[in-house]
């Protein structure tokens, strides 16, 4: 992950209290053991926790003349303020500030190193004395101490280990530095003389910075519990890949978000810059994209073996349903983004310089959202189509590989005599394919054409059941799809479907549970005929350019067709039947196939 400048401009101290446990049952969260209590009832934010650390190396005189250098080593080009994490930070992996962090806690034997040949390994030298040191003398758990890469890596969760185990460190000094407070209240704004009435601007910014400190805080504990599980090995490496991802990565872009939001919620409100680091951090955020697409695998892994996790004391194994709200925490967080910005962007009167910035991040959150909804799409598919492929008995002799992709399917009623009856259909680049249930002792339920359906789709598919093909028309033999939208009738929301048949054209009438249903599955099979038309159109010049002899051929040999759908189940729409499902919209493509084989479609009375 790119190192984005993570900047404050004084080291002031902010008293922020620290974040009560996670109650829960009685549960709180549980962390190694021999943590300070202050990690046991959940960690502090990093922002804070920086500049708590920072004030405290300060009241060291060869600490604080370390940290000034490293406040003034940032290049003057960076377009960004340095923050208080990224001063610490390369403090610490820049210098030999850590052996003046121990030696200040006055041991018995202060830490000494022979000067290396190359200068540049001085602070490695220096934080791998720290860490014996640590292990050796103060006698502190490998758990407690962190590693070489935690310091000199780009993690944010490995530098937290850093500075809670020079926080120790301080804590167990024979003389404590007391850190004292510069006029920065809990919440992290600027003490001072009373303000004007807060505006809705002000209630919206507070939403922002107070909901991603608890949702980083809500991740953290997460994260905690995903490395107990790694610990304690209650399950296998696979299973625990399952569940967790790549979460180390959505904690790492969280953190540095969250430090953006403290540092911009610090600045004058006409200087604030709310859309920036959404903005900035756009390709971060794709970090989420395989980790929101995983939630169906890793909420049903976790079910699965819950009663291994339950045996972790921990605040999210209360339950099985707590520990699922915990991992779909990411998605509802990333579709909150840009609803913030539009209110701070169109109901606070902002200026057109802060519109622009806030649209950029709305804009950029909302790409990342897009490519998140299609990666759900794309997991969902290719789980519906293996499943497809496992209940199928008999594919008459198709290959599914040759369908192309599946792009939708769902569980709706289509149009049988004067009934409705359900069928799971799915439409596939090439292919629409109907299929039944096989299941001959399964009630048929069959209803009026006038009665109102419960809603139907995808989600009430019985995936263990086998399927039988029922009907099977190659998109090429499709010559038209047409929406019928009759408010206030019931099954109103349909799309008729006409196809080259025997010996001519044929039509059955799809019914969707709503709009948004039927638009979706009308502009997907609209689409596919449109890629499709200049073939068509192609192939007609050709068969103009043919020998007289040729042309009088039957269309079924210059196109591929399928069985006739429904083939021992479905007979011609009688005259009033027809009726009722006709629109009285034209065809939409008729120059496209030869009008004369709709000779038996029935017209209207």
Same mark, same amino acid.
């Given at each position: =992950?790119?190192?984005?400048?993570?900047?404050?401009?004084?080291?002031?101290?902010?008293?922020?209290?620290?974040?009560?446990?996670?109650?829960?049952?009685?549960?709180?969260?549980?962390?190694?053991?021999?943590?300070? $209590?202050?990690?046991?009832?959940?960690?502090?934010?990093?922002?804070?926790?920086?500049?708590?650390?920072?004030?405290?190396? $300060?009241?060291? !005189?060869?600490?604080?003349?370390?940290?000034?250098?490293?406040?003034?080593?940032?290049?003057?080009?960076?377009?960004?303020?340095?923050?208080?994490?990224?001063?610490?930070?390369?403090?610490?992996?820049?210098?030999?500030?850590?052996?003046?962090?121990?030696?200040?806690?006055?041991?018995?034997?202060?830490?000494?190193?022979?000067?290396?040949?190359?200068?540049?390994?001085?602070?490695? =030298?220096?934080?791998? /004395?720290?860490?014996?040191?640590?292990?050796?003398?103060?006698?502190?758990?490998?758990?407690?101490?962190?590693? =070489?890469?935690?310091?000199?890596?780009?993690?944010?969760?490995?530098?937290?280990? *850093?500075?809670?185990?020079?926080?120790?460190?301080?804590?167990?000094?024979?003389?404590?530095?007391?850190?004292?407070?510069?006029?920065?209240?809990?919440?992290? $704004?600027?003490?001072?003389?009373?303000?004007?009435?807060?505006?809705?601007?002000?209630? &919206?910014?507070?939403?922002? *910075?107070?909901?991603?400190?608890?949702?980083?805080?809500?991740?953290?504990?997460?994260?905690?519990?995903?490395?107990?599980?790694?610990?304690?090995?209650?399950?296998?490496? %696979?299973?625990?890949?399952?569940?967790?991802?790549?979460?180390?990565?959505?904690?790492?872009?969280?953190?540095?978000?969250?430090?953006?939001?403290?540092?911009?919620?610090?600045?004058?409100?006409?200087?604030?810059?709310?859309?920036?680091?959404?903005?900035?951090?756009?390709?971060?955020?794709?970090?989420? *994209?395989?980790?929101?697409?995983?939630?169906?695998?890793?909420?049903?892994?976790?079910?699965?073996?819950?009663?291994?996790?339950?045996?972790?004391?921990?605040?999210?194994?209360?339950?099985?349903?707590?520990?699922?709200?915990?991992?779909?925490?990411?998605?509802?967080?990333?579709?909150?983004?840009?609803?913030?910005? /539009?209110?701070?962007?169109?109901?606070?009167?902002?200026?057109?310089?802060?519109?622009?910035?806030?649209?950029?991040?709305?804009?950029?959150?909302?790409? *990342? #959202?897009?490519?998140?909804?299609?990666?759900?799409?794309?997991?969902?598919?290719?789980?519906?189509?293996?499943?497809?492929?496992?209940? &199928?008995?008999?594919?008459?002799?198709?290959?599914?590989?040759?369908?192309?992709?599946?792009?939708?399917?769902?569980?709706? !009623?289509?149009?049988?005599?004067?009934?409705?009856?359900?069928?799971?259909?799915?439409?596939?680049?090439?292919?629409?394919? &109907?299929?039944?249930?096989?299941?001959?002792?399964?009630?048929?339920?069959?209803?009026?054409?006038?009665? /109102?359906?419960?809603?139907?789709?995808?989600?009430?598919?019985?995936?263990?059941?086998?399927?039988?093909?029922?009907?099977?028309?190659?998109?090429?033999?499709?010559?038209?799809?047409?929406?019928?939208?009759?408010?206030?009738?019931?099954?109103?929301?349909?799309?008729? &479907?006409?196809?080259?048949?025997?010996?001519?054209?044929?039509?059955?009438?799809?019914?969707?549970?709503?709009? $948004?249903? =039927?638009?979706?599955?009308?502009?997907?099979?609209?689409?596919?005929?449109?890629?499709?038309?200049?073939?068509?159109?192609?192939?007609?010049?050709?068969?103009?350019?043919?020998?007289?002899?040729?042309?009088?051929?039957?269309?079924?040999?210059?196109? /591929?067709?399928?069985?006739?759908?429904?083939?021992?189940?479905?007979?011609?729409?009688?005259?009033?039947?027809?009726? #009722?499902?006709?629109?009285?919209?034209?065809?939409?493509?008729?120059?496209?196939? %030869?009008?004369?084989?709709?000779?038996?479609?029935?017209?209207?009375?």
């Amino acid at each position: =992950m790119s190192d984005v400048p993570i900047s404050s401009t004084s080291s002031s101290h902010i008293a922020v209290p620290l974040i009560g446990p996670f109650e829960a049952s009685g549960r709180g969260l549980i962390g190694t053991s021999n943590t300070a $209590s202050r990690e046991n009832a959940g960690s502090q934010p990093i922002f804070q926790a920086c500049i708590e650390l920072r004030q405290r190396l $300060s009241e060291i !005189p060869e600490c604080n003349a370390q940290l000034t250098d490293a406040a003034n080593g940032e290049d003057d080009d960076s377009d960004d303020d340095i923050d208080p994490v990224s001063i610490l930070w390369r403090c610490l992996r820049e210098t030999t500030i850590l052996i003046t962090i121990y030696n200040s806690t006055y041991p018995e034997h202060p830490l000494e190193f022979d000067e290396p040949t190359d200068p540049a390994r001085r602070p490695k =030298m220096a934080a791998f /004395k720290f860490i014996e040191a640590c292990l050796k003398v103060l006698k502190m758990s490998p758990e407690e101490c962190f590693r =070489m890469r935690d310091l000199f890596g780009d993690d944010t969760t490995g530098f937290v280990k *850093v500075t809670r185990l020079i926080e120790r460190v301080l804590d167990g000094a024979k003389t404590k530095v007391i850190p004292t407070s510069l006029g920065i209240d809990a919440a992290g $704004s600027k003490v001072g003389t009373p303000e004007s009435q807060p505006q809705y601007r002000d209630y &919206v910014v507070r939403e922002l *910075v107070e909901t991603e400190r608890k949702y980083i805080q809500k991740l953290e504990q997460l994260h905690n519990l995903k490395e107990l599980i790694g610990q304690r090995g209650v399950i296998t490496g %696979n299973a625990v890949h399952d569940i967790f991802l790549n979460l180390d990565a959505i904690l790492d872009v969280g953190r540095r978000i969250l430090i953006k939001v403290e540092m911009i919620n610090l600045q004058p409100s006409n200087e604030q810059k709310w859309g920036f680091p959404f903005a900035a951090f756009e390709e971060n955020f794709i970090v989420y *994209v395989p980790y929101i697409a995983n939630q169906r695998n890793a909420t049903a892994t976790a079910l699965q073996e819950f009663h291994k996790i339950a045996q972790i004391d921990h605040a999210l194994t209360v339950d099985s349903n707590t520990l699922e709200m915990f991992l779909m925490g990411p998605l509802p967080r990333l579709l909150k983004y840009p609803l913030i910005l /539009k209110d701070l962007r169109d109901k606070t009167g902002a200026d057109e310089k802060t519109k622009a910035d806030l649209t950029s991040g709305i804009e950029a959150m909302e790409r *990342v #959202i897009q490519k998140a909804s299609d990666a759900i799409d794309c997991d969902l598919r290719n789980g519906t189509l293996a499943s497809l492929c496992a209940r &199928v008995e008999d594919w008459k002799n198709h290959q599914v590989d040759d369908f192309g992709d599946l792009l939708m399917f769902g569980q709706f !009623p289509i149009i049988k005599e004067k009934a409705w009856k359900e069928y799971e259909i799915y439409s596939f680049e090439r292919i629409l394919l &109907v299929c039944t249930e096989v299941n001959p002792f399964k009630l048929r339920t069959k209803l009026s054409f006038f009665q /109102k359906d419960k809603p139907r789709g995808k989600d009430l598919i019985n995936k263990d059941s086998k399927l039988r093909l029922k009907g099977r028309i190659f998109m090429t033999n499709v010559t038209d799809v047409i929406p019928l939208d009759r408010a206030g009738q019931p099954g109103n929301y349909t799309v008729q &479907v006409f196809f080259k048949g025997d010996p001519g054209i044929e039509n059955f009438i799809i019914r969707f549970p709503d709009k $948004s249903v =039927m638009k979706r599955w009308y502009y997907t099979m609209d689409e596919q005929l449109k890629n499709r038309a200049p073939l068509l159109d192609s192939r007609r010049d050709i068969d103009h350019q043919l020998p007289p002899q040729t042309t009088a051929l039957p269309v079924n040999r210059l196109v /591929k067709t399928m069985p006739p759908i429904f083939e021992d189940e479905w007979e011609v729409l009688d005259h009033e039947h027809w009726q #009722i499902a006709w629109s009285p919209r034209p065809l939409i493509r008729q120059k496209i196939f %030869n009008p004369q084989l709709h000779h038996n479609i029935r017209q209207p009375g």
